[in-house]
């Protein structure tokens, strides 16, 4: 009997030594992340709650993703050329020295000045970022919304094999002119259930883009008192349907 306890209490040892190992192997990937920041007419960032709102968002999507060389963000507008409209590109260049075979104290040491370079250039990148969220768009893009103009900038980023995070911070409201388009100021959807069916419809003209399953954020400029006219759950409907017809591994909203 004491044999067969010490066989499964080894089985157990081994088991967490693997899951801890592949925890370590999904940190150590590569995170590409996508911002999209919307600059057309609708969204105002001079706003207090707006300004507030977005500039702790982008903090916590640096800290977040940014952890160490090789991690990858990009800020891009959104606007009448969405696709063309990059505006920040980034690679963390901050390394952690191989500390294998390092002492306790020689690692520590190494992981406390690792820790500080990072937090040096976290603060440089909040800042460049920081910047594009309080860039001005006064020319003619600002009059249209095309948000599916973002979906050749993920299906490239995923093209990178690395784990691709998405955020927008825009109101989402789509609004491109043209018959094959959606204009949701002129016709937004008018219940989540015809923003199901418009969402399935449009997927399947938007499956040429291969975004792969990452996570996509919308975080909306909208104070939780605004009314059913200003945030309508059925335009965030037809989103979260969209992006998951398209395999999106998560969709959230903010």
Known sequence: MTKYIALFLLFLLSACSSDGDKTKTRTDEPIYTLIFLDKTR???VNNAFVARKYQQALNEIIEQNIRHKGDKLEVYFIHENTSKARALT???????EDVSAASATDREAAE???DLALSREKAQI???VFQQLGAQNAGASNQETDIWASLPVIAKANESGATVNVYYLSDMIESVKGPTRRNFQVKPPKDNAQADEWAKADAGQL???TIGSPTITMILPFEPNASVKQNNPAVTQYWQTLFSDLG???VEEQ
């Open 207 to 209: 499956k040429r883009y």
């Open 126 to 128: 909040r800042q460049r």
């Open 90 to 96: 980034i690679t963390t260049r901050t390394d952690m």
């Open 42 to 44: 609708s969204v105002n």
């Open 112 to 114: 406390t000045e690792f």
């Open 248 to 250: 999106a591994g998560t």
